[in-house]
């Protein structure tokens, strides 16, 4: 199944320590790559037949006044070669393992052995998801190597890309100064960077910056959704294809400056900052240690996607977007025995995403989704089956958070660019993981696990 899905999506792809190449270790099987500001050595993987470039830093780190603003581009070259055999530093965030710090915004580039600066492969960029909060290219189950092998096995070889961007109040704090400086939604903003960066860069490994194809899943697809619409739907040129895994520009809320005011005051309070005369500075002047979502920012959007769609203000590119089959399985809410306690779940639903619904919104959803288990959630059980310790509801619960939360966005998505006469593709993803529990079915995330 990976195969035949990966071998699907090739399908429409082809419509810092400066050492002395001696201590880097360069030999005959070594690549190296020569970028704008200066030159990499990468590792050769014999396993894959392929070169692997890690760690290439895309924008200047975001330290100290840096912390909380727009990302800025490089602008000191070197002479000799830099390291980039290994991944970079993860970007801030809770509970994991991975190597962290506030020197993340790097990125990744695997391409098939033999790869010279006048391929032309055609190129596939991956967004991950995570909800904004969690997430890192050094991941394994980001690991970029097995689809470029799929496209090295059938013909059809390509050039696959990742990036890290800012986390959580690292990349998404919205506070007035910030908000004035430019640096709102700097995590979406990093990622832009990073576009760029491979846009003027990815010919030199190899790649057709003509055929750039963004990819992402959950938050990394709403990502690629926020693109598609930043600034009014200016097109720079920095992708040419767009597919997007379960996100959409409705997959959260984008929430007014306001909306921030209580969670700045508790992080200010937390810190020592609230009496500060220059909160901003004070956040700024903390360890990482002391430190531990999106809103429409009038500059990167400028609007809410609902209003800058009938003004035809967002990215016409060739799109490819879809959602799993059972995503409700991974956001409906356990518990709900009846009716009423779906009701009542429906107005306060995710509340902190702006999910929660007015009760004649969620009466009619209860008339729209009747209690009918044969066709709730996990879909591939096509009998009444109920789970009495999810709650006796729980599968109608599953089957409207589902719809709710992923599936409604994909079906409008493809109803605009369809409308707009652009060429959008839809798919479903319907194989549950070999480990799945009887009540997941292919449930949110599987499709970038399988």
């Not at 055609?122 to 969690?134: E, S």
């Not at 600034?231 to 959260?252: H, V």
């Not at 729209?368 to 006796?392: C, H, M, Q, R, V």
Request: proline share 6%.
């Amino acid at each position: 199944m990976r195969l035949q899905k990966l071998r699907s999506l090739l399908a429409v792809l082809s419509t810092g320590v400066l050492l002395p190449s001696s201590v880097l270790g360069i030999n005959s099987t070594s690549p190296t790559v020569t970028v704008t500001n200066g030159s990499y050595i990468g590792k050769y993987v014999p396993e894959w037949q392929q070169d692997q470039f890690l760690g290439i830093p895309y924008a200047i780190p975001p330290l100290g006044d840096l912390r909380f603003a727009r990302p800025k581009s490089l602008n000191t070259s070197f002479t000799g070669y830099r390291d980039a055999t290994h991944y970079g530093y993860s970007c801030y965030q809770y509970g994991t393992n991975f190597n962290l710090s506030e020197d993340c915004l790097t990125l990744n580039v695997i391409r098939p052995a033999g790869t010279t600066p006048d391929s032309n492969l055609p190129v596939l960029i991956w967004i991950f998801g995570g909800g904004f909060y969690t997430g890192a290219t050094a991941d394994p189950q980001y690991n970029l190597s097995g689809i470029t092998h799929v496209g090295q096995q059938t013909g059809q070889p390509i050039i696959t890309v990742s990036m890290d961007y800012r986390l959580g109040v690292w990349g998404f704090l919205q506070t007035p100064q910030v908000l004035a400086e430019g640096g709102s939604n700097a995590g979406l903003l990093d990622q832009r960077l990073a576009l760029r960066w491979i846009k003027e860069n990815i010919a030199s490994f190899g790649g057709d910056p003509t055929k750039i194809t963004v990819w992402g899943e959950s938050a990394g697809g709403q990502s690629i959704s926020y693109h598609l619409y930043s600034y009014d739907g200016r097109n720079d040129d920095l992708f040419q294809a767009a597919i997007i895994e379960s996100g959409s520009p409705t997959g959260a809320s984008l929430n007014p400056l306001g909306y921030y005011t209580v969670p700045t005051e508790n992080l200010t309070r937390a810190t020592g900052c609230w009496t500060s005369t220059n909160k901003l500075a004070c956040l700024r002047s903390l360890t990482s240690d002391q430190l531990w979502k999106a809103q429409v920012d009038g500059d990167f959007l400028t609007d809410y996607p609902s209003s800058l769609t009938p003004q035809g203000k967002f990215i016409k590119v060739p799109l490819l977007i879809g959602a799993n089959s059972d995503e409700g399985t991974g956001f409906g809410v356990a518990g709900l025995d009846n009716e009423t306690a779906i009701f009542n779940s429906l107005l306060v639903y995710r509340a902190s995403n702006a999910y929660a619904l007015s009760p004649p919104t969620a009466r009619k959803l209860l008339e729209l989704y009747p209690n009918d288990p044969a066709n709730e959630p996990p879909y591939y059980i096509t009998n009444a089956t109920i789970f009495p310790s999810k709650g006796l509801q729980w599968r109608r619960s599953a089957a409207i958070a589902g719809d709710l939360v992923m599936i409604s966005g994909r079906r409008k998505l493809c109803e605009i660019y369809a409308a707009a006469a652009q060429s959008v593709y839809s798919y479903r993803f319907d194989t549950p993981l070999w480990n799945a529990a009887v009540t997941d079915g292919a449930r949110h995330s599987d499709k970038s696990k399988s």
